[in-house]
């Protein structure tokens, strides 16, 4: 394991990431922890080295430190900006406020032959000095070594742009080597976790489902797990993963709010109850959300009625489910989807973030309400990670690979009141965009728009504009269509679309969608426009 000490940069996951990349286990945690708790943390014997990352704030402005034990264990130590300041500190040298700030793209030269740098570099300087071109992000710098260092690199505005104590095997580097800007990033950092710290890089995905399959049978024992499936990656993937460890003990439950993309319903049963033979209990509860949400136009207030009505129908079916009978002892565990950038987000120092995406199915508070255990067996998961784990647990890469959707689903795209003949126009209208999207490919690299894209889908605009149809006027609804790339959904840019495909898209809504006689392409880019219209 790679302990990584986060002290709240923005792009501390993307060290984790890398890591996990280079197939070694790592785990991300405040830099706030005591001595103790990382003395403990090594004594299982595993941990074979430890990053500190960069941090928002300038050593001056906090006095995040490392905790001594860090540099007590005899294991190698990687600080990254903030995280190599704090060594230089802590270790004894110093630090100064710099009077330029560097930001952005740079040239760094290695020096010497240290473990972490030989061999790596980007191009030659015509005295034969090895270069590395890099990100950088500081005002601060180390301005004196701690006893035992060497300088490992250098720009002319920072003579300490890295250091190195290749006995105790130290090394600190002012730039990011975990962002894809600094082209050798991924070489610097796999040199340091797999020969320096020598960690094994035996994290894929055959063993991880063989270990997470033995824990979650540990875990649950005999006893039974309910599950909230909404059809999103996550809940599908700790599905199907719950269902190789305990099958029958585990049911799932699938909401539909009336407010799900064509033929979603049947696809996610078609796939748990239907392929992986799992218990599935479909709730319909489409009359009951549009219910309740007749009249009600104000976009917060749809977004909290779905959510409570949401909470609602999961508890009684849960409650059901808990009390057992038909053959079943009753539930005494939740499961939810819950990632590993979920457990940070919320358990992390920072926690700053102005947009949190939360999928329906993790409603906060539910499992205290319900009395139920908590299982969360993606917990140490990202993203890809998840996907990856989907596909080898037998789920069709076109269900794993697929755009985020909202939880308040289509709710959130009829703007303003929602009814159930926009929702049934709109339903019709999205699915031959996303349809299109599949079919088309870009020549160039020969995937199809759907890939190309992060997100796309169709808004149901609730105005009429005036059309003619053969020899008949008509007068009818105009649907947005919404098509984004973005690699965080913090922001986005419109996609440069191809004009034949939205032509197609275009041509087929309005001859195959009966009420709708318009449609326009958002170019709007998030910020300030944001990726869903309500
Ligand atoms: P915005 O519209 O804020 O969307 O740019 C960013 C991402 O978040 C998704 N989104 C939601 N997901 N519940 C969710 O589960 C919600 O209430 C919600 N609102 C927005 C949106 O689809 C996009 O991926």
Redesign the pocket.
């Known amino acids: 394991t790679i302990l990584i000490l986060d002290f709240g940069s923005q792009v501390t996951q993307l060290i984790a990431r890398r890591v996990r990349e280079a197939h070694v286990y790592c785990e991300v945690h405040p830099c706030d922890v005591s001595s103790a708790w990382v003395r403990e943390f090594a004594a299982s014997g595993r941990l074979k080295g430890i990053i500190l990352s960069g941090s928002h704030a300038s050593v001056y402005e906090v006095d995040d430190k490392a905790p001594d034990a860090v540099f007590e264990l005899g294991v190698p130590v990687l600080g990254i900006c903030y995280g190599m300041q704090t060594m230089a500190q802590q270790l004894g040298g110093q630090v100064s406020g710099g009077d330029k700030r560097e930001f952005g793209y740079a040239e760094v030269r290695a020096h010497g032959h240290t473990r972490l740098l030989q061999g790596i570099e980007d191009f030659r300087t015509a005295e034969g000095h090895g270069m590395l071109k890099v990100w950088m992000s500081h005002g601060d710098k180390v301005t004196a070594l701690p006893p035992g260092f060497k300088v490992m690199a250098s720009t002319p505005s920072c003579p300490i742009a890295g250091m190195a104590d290749e006995t105790r095997h130290y090394y600190g580097v002012q730039f990011h080597p975990e962002v894809t800007h600094t082209v050798q990033g991924r070489a610097i950092l796999n040199r340091f976790v797999l020969d320096i710290c020598a960690a094994k890089p035996d994290w894929v995905m055959g063993n991880y489902i063989d270990e997470a399959v033995a824990r979650i049978r540990e875990q649950v024992g005999d006893e039974e797990v309910i599950l909230g499936l909404s059809g999103g990656v996550d809940s599908s993937v700790a599905a199907a993963l719950i269902h190789r460890a305990i099958g029958e003990q585990l049911t799932c439950v699938f909401v539909d709010h009336g407010l799900l993309r064509k033929d979603e319903g049947k696809m996610v049963i078609d796939m748990f109850a239907g392929q992986l033979h799992a218990n599935i209990v479909a709730v319909d509860a489409s009359a009951q959300f549009l219910g309740h949400l007749q009249g009600v136009a104000d976009p917060e207030q749809k977004?909290k009625i779905i959510g409570r009505e949401f909470v609602e129908v999961f508890k009684a079916q849960a409650a059901k489910l808990k009390a057992g009978g038909n053959g079943h002892k009753g539930a005494t565990f939740l499961a939810q989807g819950t990632i590993y950038p979920d457990v940070i987000e919320s358990g992390g120092a920072k926690s700053k973030k102005a947009?949190t995406?939360?999928?329906?199915h993790n409603v906060g508070g539910l499992p205290e309400q319900l009395g139920l255990k908590l299982l969360e067996p993606l917990r140490d998961l990202f993203k890809d990670e998840v996907r990856e784990l989907g596909v080898a647990l037998g789920l069709p890469p076109a269900m794993v690979y697929r755009h985020?959707?909202?939880?308040?689903g289509l709710g959130?795209r009829i703007l303003g009141e929602v009814k159930k003949e926009y929702a049934d126009l709109l339903r019709e209208a999205d699915a031959i965009f996303i349809e299109e999207l599949r079919n088309f490919r870009d020549e160039a690299s020969g995937k199809s728009w759907y890939d190309l894209t992060s997100?796309a889908f169709a808004v149901f605009l609730p105005v009429k504009s005036v059309g003619v149809m053969g020899d008949g006027r008509t007068y009818d609804y105009v649907v947005a269509l919404r098509a984004v790339q973005t690699s965080d959904?913090m922001t986005?840019d419109w996609a440069e679309l191809p004009y034949a495909l939205l032509k197609k898209v275009s041509s087929r809504i309005i001859n195959e969608v009966r009420g709708i006689n318009r449609v326009t392409y958002d170019v709007s880019s998030?910020p300030p426009a944001?990726?869903?219209w309500e």
């Open positions: 977004r947009v995406i939360k999928s329906h985020p959707f909202p939880g308040p959130v997100q959904f986005a998030k944001t990726i869903e």
